[in-house]
């Protein structure tokens, strides 16, 4: 069989990428309860400080998971084609907007938070 990304196999990287957006999700519920602030991205959507959070872990696990393999997101920067061009492979991460109970509540955000 082959190797894929070290001694790391398709298995297990999708066992703890699950764990991941889970823990990411569990992080935006306990923000969203909590209370928030709201930014605006340049297309006028909402960007909560739970968006950010939930970035931030996503993005530090996928890398420490797979530290040879670039990470894109879009809170993260997307990087010019010229170096994105060159990689081999990435992961994608994003906000764990699928998580049970962050769907609801980012409908809300949208709802009350984006200018029409």
């Known amino acids: 069989m082959m190797r894929i990304m070290n001694d790391l196999n398709l298995k297990t990287l999708a066992e703890r990428a699950t764990a991941i957006a889970e823990a990411a999700g569990r992080e935006i519920l306990s923000i ?25 872990l996503i993005d530090a696990e996928l890398r420490a998971l797979t530290p040879e393999i670039p990470v894109l997101s879009e ?40 200018p029409d």
């Open 32 to 56: 969203y309860a909590a209370g928030f602030e709201v930014e605006h991205k340049a297309d006028a959507s909402p960007l909560t400080t739970a968006d950010n959070a939930a970035h931030d």
């Open 75 to 114: 809170e993260g920067g997307i990087p010019d084609w010229a170096e994105r061009g060159q990689w081999p492979r990435l992961l994608a991460g994003g906000p764990a907007r699928w998580h049970p109970g962050v769907r609801q509540t980012q409908r809300r955000v949208h709802r009350e938070y984006r």
